[in-house]
């Protein structure tokens, strides 16, 4: 009934926020993890929303549901699902720390490296440390190019990490 509802809301363009809030709310409810991707990508087109108390929770619940709705955790899901942290218009306001701490556990280091840009400077730095504590750096770039050969392209500063931290940022972000 909620995929319904969000479907024929769209349609018509309805994008009234506590419709939309009520909707993510039974949707994370039902731990519905591939509706609520399609939903937040849907939303992510409609800046009026983008500020509602669900949006931004909804995109932390998704972030962190690989780890959360099975023992067996599987690196590929993992990837997909941090993939669309870049898709989120609201990306900086995320709170990403549990999601690299979940990474950092079960031996995803790598995969941290995707969430970089969304990091401050003292984050980055901090988890740079954590990561090359987990892996050394042949490892490391062992992964990252596994990665790259599997359609994530990471930033050049970060993939170098000596360099990451040292990169100007954009003063528009």
């Excluded at 509706?35 to 669900?54: A, C, H, V």
């Excluded at 993939?83 to 306001?93: G, K, Q, S, W």
């Excluded at 990474?103 to 970089?116: E, K, P, R, T, Y």
């Amino acid at each position: 009934g909620v995929v319904l509802v969000r479907d024929l809301c769209a349609e018509y363009h309805i994008w009234t926020p506590s419709i939309w809030n009520a909707l993510l709310i039974q949707i994370n409810k039902f731990n519905m993890f591939k509706e609520l991707e399609r939903t937040l990508l849907l939303l992510s087109s409609q800046p009026q929303l983008w500020n509602s108390s669900q949006f931004l929770s909804s995109w932390n619940n998704l972030l962190i549901s690989p780890f959360t709705t099975s023992s067996d955790v599987d690196e590929c899901r993992v990837r997909e699902v941090l993939n669309l942290v870049h898709r989120c218009p609201t990306a900086m306001d995320l709170k990403l720390d549990p999601v690299i701490e979940e990474c950092l556990s079960h031996d995803f280091a790598h995969l941290v490296l995707i969430m970089a840009p969304y990091l401050s400077k003292e984050k980055l730095m901090e988890v740079k440390t954590r990561v090359l504590n987990q892996l050394t750096g042949s490892e490391l770039a062992g992964r990252v190019a596994k990665l790259e050969k599997q359609g994530f392209h990471l930033p050049t500063a970060l993939v170098n990490l000596d360099e990451i931290g040292q990169a100007e940022t954009s003063p528009a972000l």
